[in-house]
């Protein structure tokens, strides 16, 4: 199946810092998607970004598909950003998640 | 609107008992998932359901686990006899296809021990 790597796998901000999450996969993508995984362990999605850009607040999401990365900005984070950040892929119909950014935002 | 309802929350059982989990997705989402996450690993995709279909249960554990979706409306995921390595959050979501893409809604998760 499709393979999903994602870098750093753990990241340490002070607030206010920004960010980039990288996400490599292996193979052509119908579907992406970004995660957001709080403490508690609630999964939130961030965006659907199979290719181009979307931005929403602070945070801003880029998929090259051509060279099958894709790019999750931070700006400005916040304590609340803490948790993990995951993306999906897949090319047919089963999401195919990677192992994740751990994020820790200090005050 | 509500969100994709889930329970037991926990669930503590020993090795070889039998444990089923529900799920209530969003009114209106024809499409359901299951989801096994082990502790510091991504999700990985147990069944999606379109309707009360299955579309792909390539990796559910036929031997042990199960599931169904009740007149395309709710779920149940069931596993039996369970194994240590079963021991996970068990996330189910539902979604919704709309002209900008897919989004997936999940529910809290069944935290499953098995001792």
């Known amino acids: 199946g499709i393979q999903v790597e994602q870098s750093p796998p753990d990241l340490i901000l002070q607030e206010g810092a920004n960010s980039t999450l990288r996400c490599n996969f292996s193979?052509?993508?119908?579907?992406l998607q970004w995660f957001h995984q709080n403490p508690w362990g609630q999964l939130i999605n961030l965006f659907y970004?199979?290719?181009g850009t979307k931005q929403n607040g602070r945070l801003s999401a880029t998929t090259v598909a051509t060279e099958r990365y894709s790019l999750l900005y931070i700006s400005s984070s916040q304590t609340t950003d803490s948790g993990v950040y995951f993306c999906?892929?897949?090319?047919?119909?089963?999401?195919?998640f990677g192992k994740g950014t751990s994020l820790l935002v200090t005050p | 609107e509500a969100g994709v309802a889930q329970s037991p929350r926990y669930k503590i059982i020993e090795k070889r008992q039998s444990v089923a989990f529900w799920c209530n997705p969003i009114?209106?989402?024809?499409?359901l998932y299951w989801y096994q996450q082990i502790l510091g690993q991504g999700p990985k995709l147990l069944i999606q359901?379109?309707?009360?279909?299955?579309?792909?249960d390539s990796q559910l554990p036929k031997d042990r686990f199960s599931a169904e979706r009740l007149k395309g409306v709710d779920s149940t995921l069931k596993i039996q006899p369970a194994k240590l390595e079963d021991s996970a959050v068990y996330l189910c979501?539902?979604?919704?296809?709309?002209?900008?893409?897919?989004?997936?809604?999940f529910g809290p998760g069944t935290r499953l021990l098995v001792l």
């Open positions: 999906a892929v897949d090319s047919g119909y089963a999401l195919n």
């Open positions: 009114s209106g989402h024809a499409t």
């Open positions: 979501a539902s979604s919704l296809w709309l002209a900008g893409g897919e989004t997936q809604y």
């Open positions: 359901f379109q309707n009360n279909g299955v579309v792909d």
């Open positions: 970004i199979p290719s």
């Open positions: 193979d052509s993508v119908n579907n």
